[in-house]
RNA sequence: GGCACCGUAGCUCAGCGGUAGAGCAGGGGAAUCAUAAUCCCUUGGUCGGCGGUUCAAAUCCGUCCGGUGCUACCA
């Protein structure tokens, strides 16, 4: 069987995340992870916080506090949410970690080995006020083409129009407002990205079916342009050092830019992971020569050329047999009620405030069903609402509850074994057969809306079995025809609960608990990849059940317009 | 400006060359185990406009309109 990798594009380290950062990287990939170790694939699922450049060195200037403690603080925010979210990372780590120093490093030395890197001298802005280098959209100023006051120096967005920092009329510093700013000369290293043009289409072209038309046509569209050879280091003190015998020490008290060591710390953070699990040199296993490892990454749709060029171009360029990704799973954005969500204009939900409305599970559930797998997806609090009320409370709790509800009140809340199963049962059976293998095959590609949609038919086939077999009318008459159906709903919640893991966990396990106890406490709750009429008929008789409280409490009208008025 | 993606029932979306689909919402009925939850039936669309290719177009091509994103020093 092959190893599964899958690495989450990483937060970035300023803050807490919005709702559209969590459902265009990290939720996806943790719940691809989990259906791949609940099919049994030996699976690692890495991410970490992104931790280098220039707002993490301003947002850590405005906290008070030195760049270092800042990230260090704010790793363990987002480690805790990701965790109350039930993001089952292997290992959360952090691209200023000593590992990712090396490793960045390492690729670094190889690429000046075999002469994919240069030394440029480029004119950057400095800013004498902060006595720092201000990347271009750092300096602001009056916009030459539209007269916008606070035109950004690598584009105004106004009017659209690329820009240049010199182009700009007034131009001052935008974490200060200085105007005390000036061009200086400054000398970086430059990746060689055009020399593997090539290389990189050959490579894209081999996975044109895998990766979905917007990873492929973003990735196309960087090489049809002509790729242009890219600045790899920065005027910045906080994050990997060039080392010296780089250029000759050319580049003394540079850092690399955050996009060169950020994708590498998916190697390092693997790195992190062996290091802290006493796992020696395992972590190279996924990553060097890792002929058995098909290596999945999961993004927004504005990280796709860092992963399917500039990364390439790294490992490509290093001439070592280190792992490229196999498949790429892009999102769009979500937007939030017809707008963006925004971090700066704390516009939307975030994680945090998320979690004091809804269980993480009802979160998962709303946001995968409506992932922008195909074009952006909006998110209203009333189709948030509708979709969780008919859905988590109408559909699938209310099945959980009237299935035990009617057993304790008829068979003594113990599985009734009485009866066999007749024309019913298999006709429930050979749907679910059908359904569970075409929920299984969207969840390999990592088709998730539709993987979703089937999930929830399979709790509708649940109810509609429950209406033929009507056991609340049999029981007058025939008890054993009432236990079959009994038995059978019991044994659907099991499944259901197993089915129901990878994208909500809690839940599942609430369901699994009220029918029988977990083995060994597991905390996978593996796929019941064998056929359904053994899947279905697994359950013991006279094993004792529970009705679980309410799986999913409706929201009231009222509630959804509180949220409204206090979100906007 | 250039490029890409999107525009299908009131809403959210699927279909992407062969008689228009799903869920929700709306209408009617059944059932009464259950969070008044479920199940069955059903009303909705000249598939953004125009032109072309084809025996056949929502699906391919062109063009226009509308929306969104990217455009390499934010990450």
Redesign the pocket.
């Known amino acids: 069987m092959n190893r599964v990798l899958i690495t989450s594009a990483?937060p970035?380290i300023n803050g807490v995340k919005h709702l559209g950062n969590l459902v265009g990287s990290m939720l996806p990939a943790d719940i691809f992870a989990r259906y791949s170790r609940a099919r049994g694939r030996e699976t690692l699922f890495i991410c970490a916080t992104?931790e280098?450049?220039?707002?993490?060195e301003l947002a850590a200037l405005e906290a008070g506090q030195d760049v270092a403690t800042y990230c260090a603080e704010q790793h363990e925010i987002q480690k805790a949410l990701g965790e109350r979210y039930g993001l089952s990372w292997d290992y959360f780590g952090r691209s200023s970690s000593i590992q990712n120093r090396e490793i960045t490093q390492h690729f670094a030395r190889q690429l000046w080995k075999n002469g994919h890197l240069e030394v440029r001298t480029?004119?950057?802005v400095y800013s004498n006020a902060e006595k720092r280098?201000?990347?271009?959209?750092?300096v602001i100023g009056t916009c030459p083409h539209c007269g916008y006051e606070r035109a950004?120096?690598?584009?105004c967005e106004n009017c659209?129009?690329?820009l240049d920092p010199t182009d700009l009329i007034n131009p001052r510093s935008a974490v200060s407002n200085s105007p005390d700013i000036e061009i200086r000369d400054?000398a970086?290293l430059f990746l060689k990205?055009s020399l593997f043009v090539e290389q990189l289409r050959t490579w894209i072209d081999s996975h044109d079916k895998e990766w979905p038309?917007?990873a492929l046509?973003?990735a196309r569209?960087?090489l049809?342009?002509?790729?242009?050879d890219?600045?790899i280091t920065?005027d910045l003190e906080w994050g990997v050092p060039v080392p010296d015998d780089i250029a000759d020490g050319q580049l003394k008290g540079k850092v690399f830019?955050?996009?060169f060591d950020?994708p590498i710390e998916y190697i390092a953070a693997t790195k992190e992971w062996a290091d802290a699990n006493g796992k020696g040199n395992i972590w190279k296993s996924w990553w060097h020569d890792a002929n058995d490892v098909t290596y999945w990454e999961f993004m927004g749709?504005?990280?796709v050329?860092?992963h399917t060029?500039g990364f390439p171009v790294t490992i490509m360029g290093s001439g070592e047999p280190w792992k490229l990704v196999d498949r790429i799973k892009g999102f769009?954005?979500m937007n939030y009620d017809g707008g963006?969500f925004s971090t700066s204009g704390k516009r939307g939900v975030f994680m945090d405030t998320a979690l004091e409305l809804l269980p993480a599970d009802a979160w998962r559930y709303y946001l995968i069903a409506?992932a922008?797998?195909?074009?952006?997806?909006?998110f209203?609090w009333d189709?948030f609402a509708?979709v969780l009320n008919?859905?988590?409370?109408?559909?699938?709790?209310?099945?959980?509850?009237?299935?035990t509800?009617?057993c304790i009140?008829r068979f003594d809340g113990k599985v009734p074994g009485e009866g066999v199963y007749g024309e019913d049962e298999n006709t429930l059976i050979a749907e679910m057969d059908r359904r569970v293998a075409q929920y299984a095959e969207f969840m390999e590609q990592a088709e998730f809306?539709?993987a979703l949609?089937e999930l929830?038919a399979i709790w509708?086939t649940g109810?509609?079995y429950?209406?033929?077999a009507?056991?609340?009318?049999h029981i007058k008459t025939d008890r054993d025809k009432a236990a079959v159906g009994v038995r059978m709903g019991l044994n659907l919640i099991h499944v259901f609960s197993h089915l129901c893991w990878p994208v909500m966990p809690s839940m599942a396990r609430v369901m699994h608990l009220a029918i029988q106890p977990i083995a060994d406490n597991a905390e996978v709750l593996p796929w019941p990849d064998y056929p359904m009429a053994k899947a279905l008929d697994e359950l013991e008789a006279g094993q004792p059940i529970t009705a679980p409280d309410?799986?999913?409490?409706?929201i009231a009208d009222e509630q959804i317009a509180e949220w409204k008025a206090r979100f906007g």
């Open positions: 990483l970035y992104d280098h450049g220039t707002p993490a480029t004119r950057q280098f201000l990347p271009d959209r750092y950004r120096g690598d584009q659209t129009r690329v400054s970086h990205q038309a917007l046509s973003i569209k960087w049809d342009e002509g790729l242009k890219r600045g920065r830019y955050v996009w950020a749709k504005d990280n050329p860092f060029v769009n954005w963006k409506n922008p797998e195909s074009a952006d997806s909006n209203t189709h509708g008919k859905d988590l409370a109408d559909v699938l709790g209310n099945f959980v509850n009237r299935v509800k009617f009140a809306r539709k949609g929830r509708v109810n509609e429950m209406t033929r009507a056991p609340w009318t309410v799986l999913f409490a409706k």
